[in-house]
């Protein structure tokens, strides 16, 4: 494992916290469903975090950077004991990453829209329940 920084293949720019997850459960030689076997969790759950549709309670984390023999803060952030970045690196076209750092964004500014649309929808309920 090598310190990792966020200008690097696996920091905040350019990976997610479940691209990160995916690459420590690779690197570790396990599948999907063993790491969730592991964990305790369905296969569905971990899958879930891969994608970032979902985020791990703060236990199962800690449980997964110590499996996967990485710290919280680099699956989380990318910043901090990790894995190294894969050989090909430059394999990947400029223009690519370009578009895959876009997608991310992109995804990620959708959350941020969804979470405010959730918050909006609960001060209407209230809103309309309290009748004024």
């Known amino acids: 494992m090598e310190n990792t920084g966020s200008n690097d293949w696996y920091g905040p720019e ?8 995916a690459a420590a459960r690779e690197a570790a030689g396990m599948t999907q469903k063993q790491l969730a076997k592991r964990l ?3 296969l569905t759950t971990l899958s ?13 984390l800690s449980m997964m950077a110590g ?6 803060m680099w699956l989380l952030t990318g910043e901090g004991n990790g894995i190294a970045a894969p050989e090909d690196e430059e394999a990947i ?4 990453n370009d578009l895959l ?5 992109l995804k990620a500014q959708i959350g941020a829209s969804a979470d405010r649309l959730g918050r909006l929808e609960k001060k209407l309920r209230l809103t309309l329940k309290s009748g004024t």
């Open 14 to 21: 350019a990976a997610t916290f479940g691209d990160r997850l």
């Open 93 to 96: 076209p400029p223009a690519i």
């Open 67 to 72: 499996i996967l023999n990485v710290s919280i």
């Open 40 to 42: 305790g969790v369905k």
């Open 48 to 60: 879930g975090w891969e994608n970032d549709l979902s985020e791990p309670r703060a236990n199962r």
């Open 101 to 105: 750092v876009e997608i991310r964004d």
